[in-house]
């Protein structure tokens, strides 16, 4: 009872600090509701602007609907992607998810082909000037993975791997009682910067979408940007009668929420400061379980993650230029033991380049320098009791970024335990067509942790720290990429092909021999080739 009645406490007060305000943004209908539609008055309130009633039968044609209004949008892909010895040659895991010690039987020399396709549909209905609806529908497939294409598909999640979705479904409201304020609601994406931290993920063939509130303050010198998002909701809710109760003995408070907030404003024209402060409030349960998936994994449950840092970015010229850091503090569980690790984790990035404007084909040349903090208790570790995990988490969280365009085209590398170098040249032959090279060497910043990929997963287990691990070396891979990208029809189709060429390093070299001196079995190098068609409209 105690709690209830701070609860309505605090709803009171935040009345009572809010009535105040809400003269700002009255603005009254110019007509009455809507009389000449038949049914009887509804017996509860919808709660809402009632313009146009709900009707008994016959679907409602509302005079307030203008169809030049709406805006279809819409665009659809599809790539045919090959990966040719994409676990190195070596043994993978009885699940097929990590790699193991040895040689794989067959030698290593094994291939892969496979079709993605996603189509999204885009509807948008501007209701008035400062009033937006936007719904985008997404489906997403690999090419016969459907056996059954009139099989009902329950699911509707877009981070899922459901083949239909909604993707986007918000309204947004501008100038929020102050200029400049506007606000978002519902289900959306969310972008920073080049996308380190968050991004679309537009690679994949579902990508991130984040349900939740998002507010932004829009000035000519700077932007704030903060918002609150769902990320898992544990409740088990019952609402068939409209009761709104909550069942599960007390799941209700076990979610998984983030708030962020973000200030963008320039100094100079040509440089941009961008500090970001985001709080990931895991609640759900970790699983436990010795060198356990529940430090591991992306977003590990049961824990409290604060991400400080910032972005600046530079232009100017012929020179450009990024660097950007954050250190990571909190806790996190370790599912049965009642220990918890404290957080401290840290990631770099750096690129700078030049463009030669005057040159023919406008080439520019990069270079690229990334960190992401490792654990160097990770090998025996054990999530369960909490013996030898050190008492600290290290290994820095990626949160939802769209590695792709960062960590090597070939998806084989997070900013997760890592150390990356890398050159690149880009060079314009028409304004209709981009040539990208790029070459990267990726080595781990902790043997101890796990070698995490493009999707943050484990990909191979911590290789250091006790006895039956023998790679000594943290060197994983160098990596060639070449991508061509065309642009045609006035822009609304582009053709794209690439290919990625990826050398093994002495760490897979020791894992295949089976023996830290790396002598005998190899690891077998990697290839990945893909070409895509993409129509938007």
């Known amino acids: 009872m105690g709690r209830k009645m701070v609860l309505v406490g605090l709803l009171a007060a935040a009345l009572l600090t809010i009535l105040p305000t809400t003269s700002s943004l009255a603005n009254p209908p110019d007509t009455d509701e809507v009389k000449d539609q038949p049914g009887q008055e509804p017996p509860v309130t919808r709660g809402m602007p009632d313009l146009v009633r709900y009707w008994n039968f016959d679907p409602p044609k509302s005079p307030l609907f203008d169809i030049s209004r709406v805006t279809i949008s819409g665009d659809l892909r599809v790539r045919p992607?090959?990966?040719?010895?994409?676990?190195?040659?070596?043994?993978?895991?009885?699940?097929?998810?990590?790699?193991?010690?040895?040689?794989?039987?067959?030698?290593?020399?094994?291939?892969?082909?496979?079709?993605?396709?996603?189509?999204?549909?885009?509807?948008?209905y501007a209701i008035s000037p400062d009033v937006d609806t936007f719904v985008q529908i997404?489906?997403?497939?690999?090419?016969?993975?459907?056996?059954?294409?009139?099989?009902?598909?329950?699911?509707?999640?877009?981070?899922?791997?459901?083949?239909?979705?909604?993707?986007?479904?918000?309204?947004?409201?501008?100038?929020?009682?102050?200029?400049?304020?506007?606000?978002?609601?519902?289900?959306?994406?969310?972008?920073?910067?080049?996308?380190?931290?968050?991004?679309?993920?537009?690679w994949n063939n579902v990508g991130f979408s984040f349900d939740g509130v998002t507010l932004q303050y829009s000035?000519?010198?700077?932007?704030?940007?903060?918002?609150?998002?769902?990320l898992a909701d544990a409740e088990a809710f019952t609402n068939g009668a409209g009761s709104g109760a909550v069942s599960g003995g007390g799941a209700g408070s076990k979610n998984a929420d983030l708030v962020f907030t973000r200030l963008v404003f320039k100094p100079m024209p040509s440089m941009s400061v961008e500090p970001l402060w985001v709080f990931l409030n895991n609640q759900q349960a970790s699983t436990g379980g010795t060198n356990s998936a529940a430090i591991t994994a992306p977003h590990a449950n049961d824990q409290h993650r604060h991400t400080l840092g910032g972005r600046v970015a530079f232009r100017q010229g012929m020179f450009d230029g990024t660097a950007e850091g954050y250190w990571q503090i909190g806790s996190m569980g370790l599912g049965l033991s009642s220990n918890r690790l404290h957080i401290n984790a840290q990631a770099f990035a750096a690129e700078g380049g030049i463009t030669l404007h005057d040159v023919p084909w406008t080439p520019r040349v990069g270079l690229e320098f990334?960190?992401?903090?490792?654990?160097?208790?990770?090998?025996?570790?054990?999530?369960?009791?909490?013996?030898?995990?050190?008492?600290?988490?290290?290994?820095?969280?990626?949160?939802?970024?769209?590695?792709?365009?960062?960590?090597?085209?070939?998806?084989?590398?997070?900013?997760?335990?890592?150390?990356?170098?890398?050159?690149?040249?880009?060079?314009?032959?028409?304004?209709?067509?981009?040539?990208?090279?790029?070459?990267?060497?990726?080595?781990?910043?902790?043997?101890?942790?796990?070698?995490?990929?493009?999707?943050?997963?484990?990909?191979?287990?911590?290789?250091?720290?006790?006895?039956?691990?023998?790679?000594?070396?943290?060197?994983?891979?160098?990596e060639i990429d070449g991508v061509y990208t065309l642009f045609f029809k006035d822009n609304k189709v582009a053709w794209q092909t690439g290919i990625s060429y990826l050398i093994a390093g002495q760490m897979l070299d020791q894992l295949a021999s089976g023996n830290a001196a790396g002598s005998g079995a190899s690891a077998v190098n990697s290839i990945w080739a893909y070409t895509q068609l993409h129509v938007n409209f």
């Open 219 to 230: 000035k000519n010198a700077y932007e704030v940007w903060g918002g609150w998002v769902r």
């Open 81 to 124: 992607e090959l990966r040719v010895n994409p676990n190195f040659g070596l043994n993978v895991n009885t699940a097929g998810s990590q790699l193991s010690t040895g040689r794989a039987p067959n030698g290593g020399d094994t291939a892969d082909q496979f079709v993605q396709q996603w189509m999204r549909l885009g509807l948008n």
């Open 370 to 478: 990334n960190y992401a903090s490792g654990d160097g208790n990770k090998a025996n570790c054990n999530a369960d009791t909490g013996a030898g995990c050190g008492g600290t988490a290290n290994t820095f969280e990626n949160l939802y970024p769209t590695n792709h365009i960062l960590m090597g085209y070939a998806d084989r590398m997070a900013w997760r335990n890592m150390v990356g170098y890398g050159a690149s040249l880009q060079m314009k032959p028409s304004l209709a067509q981009h040539l990208d090279f790029r070459f990267w060497i990726f080595r781990k910043a902790n043997n101890s942790d796990c070698w995490y990929t493009a999707n943050q997963g484990c990909f191979s287990a911590p290789t250091a720290g006790t006895a039956a691990n023998i790679a000594t070396s943290n060197s994983l891979y160098k």
């Open 138 to 202: 997404q489906y997403g497939k690999n090419w016969g993975a459907n056996s059954n294409p009139g099989a009902a598909n329950p699911a509707n999640d877009p981070n899922s791997t459901s083949s239909l979705g909604i993707r986007q479904a918000y309204m947004l409201i501008r100038n929020l009682g102050v200029n400049g304020l506007n606000l978002k609601a519902g289900r959306q994406l969310i972008q920073m910067g080049n996308q380190r931290l968050f991004g679309a993920f537009d």
